[in-house]
């Protein structure tokens, strides 16, 4: 959602994970289909997430888009 406030919390566990999540209100009144490129990126997260042995999740709850990356710890 342009302009809109953006939570953004690290938190990690050494040796074992590091969890990225980001919490931002939907844009109210506007689809996807009417945002050029919307969701590719999603999809090249996923990927580079998935690259580093992660998992990417995201949805959308009470109006908020939720996305959460963990990724392992170390090599």
């Known amino acids: 959602a342009p302009g809109a406030a953006v939570e953004v919390r690290v938190t990690a566990e ?3 994970e590091v ?3 980001v ?4 844009a109210v009144g506007v689809t996807s289909d009417e945002i050029p490129g ?11 997430v998935g690259l580093h ?3 990417l999740g995201h949805d959308v709850t009470e109006g908020r888009f ?3 990356a963990r990724l ?3 090599p």
């Open 53 to 55: 042995g992660g998992e």
């Open 19 to 21: 969890e990225v999540r």
């Open 72 to 74: 392992p710890w170390g």
């Open 38 to 48: 919307a969701r590719t990126g999603l999809v090249g997260l996923a990927e580079r």
């Open 66 to 68: 939720r996305l959460v």
């Open 14 to 16: 050494p040796g074992r």
């Open 23 to 26: 919490v931002n209100p939907v």
